[in-house]
């Protein structure tokens, strides 16, 4: 089952994501290199992000939010959980 997980970021975050970014991209490339994440990537202007995610419930994806560095030190406004019916690739 697949995920879309839209994060939601402050107005200043390529000031403020420098001291926390490398913690969160090797967090991401360890799920990716998992098999649980399939893509991410920041929308441009960075202003949000989207992840797909591969499990099994919702409770999955919250546990990698609680665990992501850009949440736990603010940088993360709001986001949202969406399961996504795949159609074409997967």
């Known amino acids: 089952m697949y995920f879309a997980l839209f994060y939601e970021y402050v107005p200043d ?6 001291a ?5 991209l090797a ?14 990537g920041a929308f441009a202007p960075v202003d949000g992000a ?9 409770a999955q994806v919250e546990a990698f939010v609680k665990e992501d560095p850009y949440v736990q030190h603010g940088l993360v406004t709001r986001w949202r959980i969406r399961e996504w019916s795949v159609v074409v690739g997967g």
């Open 20 to 24: 926390h970014r490398d913690a969160h």
């Open 13 to 18: 975050m390529l000031e403020r994501r420098v």
């Open 50 to 58: 989207l992840i797909v995610i591969r499990a099994d419930t919702p």
């Open 27 to 40: 967090l991401v490339r360890k799920l990716h290199a998992e098999g649980r994440i399939a893509l991410a």
